[in-house]
């Protein structure tokens, strides 16, 4: 049974940084698209990162150039560092994954909640002033 279980999420001040952890267990990382998802108060949960087998990513503009996904194979774990912290990156972060292709995985945050299989049950970030 595959799970996956977030950790790394917090309070911090606008401009610091956080690093979320997602364990996955019941399969390996290999073949799979593997991705953040966030959902703001009062907001639609949106996507925020996706990485493929071989470290191919993809960023929500939002977030470019301030978060970094990354994967450690030998671990089962995928990460996403947040640096520059905004307000406005104040969600519960969830981490997904779904069996994928390189080319599906590069359009997946275009693909919405139902094209992911797997879901953690999510990690509280909260960014203040």
């Known amino acids: 049974q595959v799970q996956l279980v977030e950790s790394g999420g917090g309070s911090v001040q606008s401009g610091g940084s956080l690093r979320l952890s997602c364990a996955a267990s019941?399969?390996?990382?290999?073949?799979?698209?593997m991705g953040w998802f966030r959902q703001p108060p009062g907001k639609e949960r949106e996507g925020v990162a996706t990485?493929?087998?071989?470290?191919?990513?993809r960023y929500v503009d939002s977030v470019k150039g301030r978060f970094t996904i990354s994967q450690d194979n030998a671990k089962n774990t995928l990460y996403l560092q947040m640096n520059s912290l905004k307000l406005e990156d104040t969600a519960m972060y969830y981490c997904v994954a779904v069996p994928s292709t390189p080319e599906s995985c590069s359009r997946a945050l275009s693909f919405g909640r139902a094209y992911w299989a797997y879901w953690g049950g999510g990690t509280q970030v909260t960014v203040s002033s």
């Open positions: 990485i493929y087998t071989g470290g191919s990513t």
């Open positions: 019941g399969y390996t990382l290999s073949r799979y698209c």
